[in-house]
């Protein structure tokens, strides 16, 4: 089992920046990816980057360039560095983690969400 906990949305201005952590607890050595999707009512929530335990990162390409996903290993926690926010970026962020194995997710742990609102 893991849990997770998101932190760090609020209210910005467009052109500003915010950052998201994710940490995790329970079974995190466990983790073999995680990463930030998010959602806005009356749509599919949707991946915006993802950083598995080897380093590999993958964006959206909506975020590209403007978002960068990162981890500390040490504290258990999974950073999303937005700069350049736009209003279009407005949606709750979830961190998803899977623990995968040869390369089958067996299992996926949500976070509660974090509101990101962007005022143009």
């Known amino acids: 089992q893991v849990e997770l906990g998101e932190s760090g949305g609020g209210l910005v201005q467009a052109g500003g920046t915010l950052r998201l952590s994710c940490v995790a607890s329970g079974n995190a050595f466990a983790i073999t990816a995680t990463g930030w999707y998010r959602q806005v009512p009356g749509k599919e929530r949707e991946l915006v980057a993802r950083l598995t335990s080897s380093g590999n990162k993958n964006y959206a390409d909506s975020v590209r360039g403007r978002f960068t996903i990162s981890g500390d290993n040490a504290k258990n926690t999974v950073y999303l560095q937005m700069n350049n926010l736009q209003p279009e970026d407005t949606a709750v962020y979830y961190c998803?983690?899977?623990?995968?194995?040869?390369?089958?997710?067996?299992?996926?742990?949500w976070g509660q969400g974090t509101q990101v609102t962007v005022s143009s």
């Open positions: 998803k983690a899977e623990i995968s194995y040869l390369g089958v997710v067996q299992h996926e742990f």
